[in-house]
Structures are given as C-alpha cells and as structure tokens.
C-alpha cells in the first residue's frame, strides 16, 4: 500500500465497503459521542467520515487528536445506516473504522478556525493565508481560477494562437502607472523594471512576424490598491493580431470571454458575443456616468436641459446660464413615493452634494399628479413634458443633477447603480457585456488649456494623419474596453504602426521627436522596418475569477495577495536589505522623516 494514501477523502462510496484503506489529511473535527469519536477527514479533495470505538487498537491515540492535526489513519470501510447517509458529501454513505493512526504534522492553537464561515480581520486572514486557504470556499476559488485559466488557454490555442512568454526585467515603459525598479549590480546606477504589461514587446513580435500571439502574463505596477485590483501585481490574458481591424479582434476575444463565462457562471445568462452592444465612450458618460457600465440595470440616464432653461427653478436655471453646463436626469421606474426619494437625497448628500433634486408621480382624485419640490417650481407643462420624454407614470420617479459633465457624471453614475439596486431592476442572474469604443485620445487641462493624452497614446487615431490636422479634442482613437456588471474586464486597441503618426500624436500632447525616440526607442526603430497594422488587447483574469466567484475584493480569488498598503504580512515584504546587498549594487537608502 502506499506510503500516505490509496484513496483520497473523495472516492470512496459503497463499492468500497469492507475494503482496506488508507487515507491522509487534515483533521476537519472531532466528535465525541459518549465512547465513539468521529473525525471528518479532509483532503484537496473532499471529506470522509473515519470512526473509532474503544476496541480500535489505536482508540488512545485518536482520542489526543485536534482540528487540523495531519494524519494518516488505516481502516476499514463500513456502510452507514441509511438514517445517517450524507447526501451533501460524495463519500456520505460510507464511513471508516479507524485500525491504525499516524501523526504526521501537529497543530498549535489555530489563530483562525477552517471549519465553517467565520469572519476574520483581514490582516489575521493575511498573516496566516495558509491556513485561510485550507477553508472551502478559498479552495473552490483557487481551483476555479486554475481551471478558468486553462479553458483560456485551450481557447486561444483551438482560435490558431500561439502562446510566447516575454521579458520579466526590461526598460522603464509608461504605462499610466508607476514601475517597480530593479537596480542594476553590473550597471551601477542604472535599473530595469518589471513591466507593466507586455505592451511594447507584443507589439514587436508582430513587427517580427508573429501572426497571432497570447500569454497569461504577470504584470506589474505600483498602484494604489482598490477592491477590484491588487496594488502591485496581476494577471492578464494578453494577446496580439497583425493584419485586423477593430471588429477583427471583436470577434476573436468576445467568444473567448463568453465561452469562460457560460462554462464558469453557475448557469447565469450570457448574451450571445455578437449581440453585445458597442457603445460610444461619449454615450456610455452620458447614458451610465461610467465607461464600464453595468447593463444588467436598464435605466438610462437622459438630458433634460431644455425644460429648466428659463424656468421657476433658479438654481438650475442659472446654472444652464454658464458654457459647458447641463442637466440630466435619472429615471428611476417603480421608485414613486417620497420616502424613496429623501433616502436618495441623503445618498446624494453622503457624496458630497447638496443633495438631488427629484419629481414623482402619484395618483391624486383618480388623476396623475407630480410631485416634489422642482415639480411646484417648474411648473405642470414642464414637468409633464420631462415624464414624456423619460416614459414614466404612476408610481415612477426621476432623479436630477446639474453643472459641468465631467463634476458629476460619477456621482450620477453611482446614484443610477443605487437606484437599479434599490428597486430591484438590476439582474442579479446575468453578465452583461459591453464593447465601450470611440475613445478620446487628448483632453485639454481645464485651467491652462494645454492639451495631453486622456487615453492610451498609442491608438491609431481613427482618420490617421488626417485626424491630426483638426482639432485635437475631436480626435477619437481605435481604443475599446470591455465592460461586465459595472467592471472593465478588457482593453485594447488597434496600434499606431506608422512613425510619422505616432510623432505628430505625440507632438500635439508636446513631446518632441527627440523624447518620443527616446523613451519609446525600440518600438519605433522597429517600425521603420516594414511594420504591419496590428492589434490586440488584454483581459483581467483577477477580476474575471472575482465575478465568477461572486467575490467583492479581488483578493479573494489571488492565492497570496498583498494587503492594502502593499505589504505581506506572511513573508514581510517589503523588508530592509542588508547593508552587503546595498554596497553591492552601489545604493544608499536615505532616512525619511515620519
């Protein structure tokens, strides 16, 4: 027989009944029922009831056991009562009388239980991730994360994809994040970094005639973290194409991102790939408050200017006096009655605003009447004309906000998600995706008027060189993201190939040749030599595991992450080198004052 085990604690059934068996893991728990000690044994796989009575041989020994000990135990399998089969667990009809036990790793006092679903400080969480891991619900999120990223890479594979890794230490390369650095101990005073993404280097083996790549890269960046990412490393399905259009890509990665999602989803709904909407970055703003909307709520956001320009409502009506202002409104279907509208006024003052003005509709003396403060300063024919245009009745409400777009698009956007959650009109059942296009790629600063890059500066801008000569702010690149239930799952473009359009591009955000040559010198060597239009993208696989797996926080579903100051509190990283590390790379590290 084998050394530890012949089966695991999720094989066996009643085939196996008066079968000799040997089984490792961890004890789950231990019941004492007045002379018969029970332990739920536990494995990777599953959990098998094993049992002793006072004629075991080894009764003594197994009485000393505690939760979490490691041990093997030898025995015999017996059938159960069929009062006492568990048909939750694949091995409940069976149990184990125990003849033998050995002990093969003991356990201290467990800072924080494995068996059931307690909730523990994070930092406990993080300091002792091993034994957080041994939970169930952490095992299933590993192991679906595994296997989501092998139908990946089948996937890619079975689309005529090729799978090339690329350099972990290379050049400093803007990202839009900060580089983590790494000093160099044969170029003192010189340093590589951990790349962002494999953005240049993908680029570059299309360049080399690499029709159709993809990795499931690591990635690096020194960010400060968020619920929905980590703050110093992830990973991503990265992938090229040379020779594609923007549908081209489409086309490729939608039923790549489809296909993971019908498989892993628990039976939720996925839109077909080719039913996927694609959105204009400008009508996602305006319609949703965000460029990763979440469709699943189908309210709209809508602009009601016109019928508060000149009206009884002065705050509004002054505002639309000044340039660049609008007011937009927010249906919200089924959310009628007062006290639903005061508890998004107070949602609105936790924002940080004054609050939001509000109409709803109700019936009064068998006729329909608005409601609300803004309904008695506007007027009926105003107030009507708004229910029209946002198709609203009875028992229905709308939610109003004003100013420049880009001061309250956010807060709008979150107030829409409030409202679809609140009523009840978000599909809890569904993924719905997105393609969110027509990026901007330059935005002018509000104060000084000088125009840079709002998005990704090496998009082919849509018109080419041509584009360039107009004004820059009209500009849109061939930039996507693609959006799932309110995250930005994907983003990509169709690359800038063409030297001379790449150094106008730069040149209107006011980078000169000389610069663009030299912080982007490799990559544009290499297009003077014949480079093909090509594109691609990349797909978070944190946060795709994160909302198979109805997780929050993207740390749920990373195997060893980082805690919220980017520390690890299991290895204690980052941690102070030793002063023979520092001399031999030629560093000092200067004291900073608290």
Not at 119 to 138: A, C, F, I, N, S
Not at 222 to 244: C, G, I, K, N, W
Not at 401 to 428: H, M, Q, S
Not at 562 to 575: F, I, T, W, Y
Request: with cysteine.
């Amino acid at each position: 027989m084998h050394a530890y085990r012949s089966h695991t604690c999720a094989e066996l059934n009643k085939s196996h009944v008066g079968e000799t068996v040997r089984l490792s893991g961890w004890v789950h728990r231990v019941r004492d029922h007045g002379g018969l000690l029970f332990i739920d044994l536990r494995d990777h796989y599953g959990v098998t009831q094993v049992m002793a009575d006072p004629d075991s041989p080894v009764f003594a020994e197994i009485e000393k056991v505690r939760s979490e000990w490691c041990i093997r135990i030898d025995g015999n399998v017996m059938a159960r009562d069929d009062s006492l089969v568990n048909p939750k667990i694949p091995t409940g009809e069976i149990e184990v009388f125990i003849r033998d036990i050995e002990i093969l790793g003991k356990s201290e006092e467990l800072p924080l239980m494995v068996f059931g679903e307690q909730e523990y400080p994070e930092e406990t969480r993080l300091r002792y991730r091993y034994l957080d891991l041994r939970r169930e619900k952490m095992q299933n999120n590993m192991v679906l994360r595994a296997q989501m990223i092998q139908s990946i890479r089948k996937r890619m594979w079975d689309r005529g994809f090729n799978e090339y890794q690329t350099p972990i230490i290379t050049a400093s390369s803007p990202e839009g994040a900060r580089d983590f650095l790494v000093p160099s101990r044969l170029h003192p005073g010189k340093f590589y970094a951990l790349p962002q993404a494999p953005q240049q280097f993908k680029q570059l083996m299309m360049v080399s005639g690499f029709d159709k790549y993809f990795q499931i890269a690591p990635c690096f960046r020194d960010e400060d973290p968020r619920a929905d990412r980590s703050p110093t490393d992830f990973y991503q399905l990265d992938m090229e194409m040379s020779f594609v259009t923007q549908q081209d890509v489409f086309d490729t990665i939608a039923p790549v991102m489809a296909g993971v999602f019908e498989e892993f989803g628990k039976g939720r709904k996925v839109d077909a790939a080719e039913d996927w909407p694609q959105i204009s970055y400008k009508d996602a703003a305006l319609w949703y408050g965000s460029d990763k909307p979440d469709l699943r709520n189908p309210i709209k956001m809508q602009v009601v200017s016109e019928h508060f320009r000149g009206s009884g409502f002065a705050i509004f009506a002054k505002l639309l006096e000044q340039d660049g202002t609008e007011i937009r409104a927010i249906p919200a279907p089924t959310g009628g009655s007062r006290k639903f509208c005061d508890r998004m006024n107070a949602f609105a003052q936790k924002e940080g605003l004054p609050g939001m003005g509000y109409i709803f509709w109700r019936e009064k003396d068998g006729e329909m009447e608005a409601a609300g403060p803004l309904a008695k300063n506007i007027g009926p024919e105003r107030t009507e004309a708004i229910r029209q245009q946002l198709g609203l009745g009875v028992g229905d409400a709308a939610f109003f906000l004003g100013g420049k777009p880009k001061t309250f698009e956010a807060v709008a956007g979150r107030a829409r998600n409030v409202i679809g959650e609140e009523l009840g009109l978000t599909d809890k059942d569904r993924f719905a995706f997105a393609w969110i296009v027509d990026f901007p790629i330059y935005e002018a600063d509000e104060e000084t008027g000088k125009i840079d890059f709002e998005h990704n500066p090496f998009s082919m801008p849509q018109g080419g060189m041509e584009a360039l000569e107009g004004d820059p702010l009209a500009v849109r690149g061939f930039q996507y993201d693609l959006a799932c239930n309110g995250y930005e799952l994907v983003s990509g473009a169709i690359r800038n190939h063409k030297p001379e359009i790449m150094f106008k591009a730069f040149e209107i955000a006011g980078y000169g040749k000389e610069e663009v040559e030299k912080r982007f010198g490799g990559m544009v060597n290499a297009f003077q030599y014949g480079a093909p239009p090509h594109g691609g993208c990349a797909a978070g696989i944190d946060r795709m595991v994160m909302l198979l797996a109805d997780e929050a926080n993207i740390r749920e579903v990373i195997m060893f992450p980082m805690n919220q100051r980017a520390e690890d509190l299991m290895m204690s990283a980052p941690s102070e080198p030793m002063s023979e590390q520092l001399m031999e790379l030629g560093l000092r590290v200067i004291p900073q004052d608290d």
